[in-house]
Nanobody, 123 residues
Framework: QIQLVESGGDLVQPGESLTLSCTAS????????IYWFRQAPGKERERVSC????????ELADSVKGRFSVSRDSAKNTMYLQMSGLMPEDTGVYYC????????????????WGEGTLVTVSA
C-alpha cells in the first residue's frame, strides 16, 4: 500500500529553522514528483513546493522563496523540506503528496498524501 509519513514538526520562534521529512513506502519516490502543501485553521490549503523528476527542477511558492528548499535522499526514499527564517504565517499542518507522475502538474487534487505534521511559529 502506498504511504507517506511526515515528521519533524515542532513549536519554534520566529526567525528559527526547521526541517521536515517525508518517508515514502509502496512506491519509489525518486520516480514521482513530490509536493509539499500546508494548511492553517481557517485558511485555504496552499501549495508550498514541487520537485519534478522529469527535468529535475523545483517549484516554490512566492510566499516561501528564499527561505524554503527541498531535497531527496533516494537511498532512504525520503524527501525533505528545509525551512529557515520562519514567520508566524508559516504556521500550519504540512503534508507531502504525490500523484505518481514525474512532472509537476497544475492541479492541487493529488492522489496520495500523509497525515501531516504540525509546525507552529510563535513567540
Amino acid at each position: 500500500q502506498i504511504q507517506l509519513v511526515e515528521s519533524g514538526g515542532d513549536l519554534v520562534q520566529p526567525g528559527e529553522s526547521l526541517t521536515l521529512s517525508c518517508t515514502a513506502s509502496g512506491f519509489t519516490a525518486d520516480h514521482s514528483a513530490i509536493y509539499w502543501f500546508r494548511q492553517a485553521p481557517g485558511k485555504e490549503r496552499e501549495r508550498v513546493s514541487c520537485m519534478s523528476v522529469l527535468d529535475g527542477t523545483t517549484e516554490l511558492a512566492d510566499s516561501v522563496k528564499g527561505r524554503f528548499s527541498v531535497s531527496r535522499d533516494s537511498a532512504k526514499n525520503t524527501m525533505y523540506l528545509q525551512m529557515s527564517g520562519l514567520m508566524p504565517e508559516d504556521t500550519g499542518v504540512y503534508y507531502c503528496e504525490t500523484d505518481l507522475v514525474r512532472r509537476c502538474i497544475r492541479s492541487d487534487n493529488l492522489a496520495y498524501w500523509g497525515e501531516g505534521t504540525l509546525v507552529t511559529v510563535s513567540a
